[in-house]
């Protein structure tokens, strides 16, 4: 198990092309973003402080040439705190993260837990406590599984949504019901 922190960290200073997220969680804990949330969720003027070392990596590896993507899975109508995602990948997408979104019931055949794919071939399936606070991660090293998780990452990709796009649908679609 990869733990959180400087050995987790190093991951996203290592990769040589690609680092790929699959997100499938309605709600992760952090306590570095904890105060954002209360902020966004209370409509406040949000304190993006405590991004901003994830985003000067992103914004260091795009300007080497080397790509950050994430698919996010999200259950509609969308939580609190998947809004708050939103929010947030428009700052990641700023800087270099390509972010697109797949509503839950379009992730048929997926898997329903998250991982990173770094350059194609390392792999790295998160795991969560119940609380939804991350644990660490685990290397999984099979050739088959690396195989399977890279087709689930293009069928993620083809079926999602790219971020502007969806967040527009999103906001539309909490306003009719508003």
Known sequence: MIEPGPEFGQLFRSFEHTAFRLETRDLYKSANEAKALEQFTAGEPVDMGWFQNWLSMIEEATAEGRLFTRVRVVTMPLTTYSRFGIYCSGYTNRVGEVTRYLARHDAAGLPDYDYWLFDSRKLVRMHFDS?????????????????????????????A???????TEANDRHHQRS
Do not use: M, S
Not at 131 to 141: A, R, Y
């Open 131 to 159: 609380d939804e606070n991350f644990l660490g991660g685990e290397l999984i090293e099979d050739p088959a599984e690396i195989v399977q998780h890279n087709y689930w990452r293009d069928a993620a990709w083809h079926r």
């Open 161 to 167: 949504v790219r971020r502007d796009d969806f967040a």
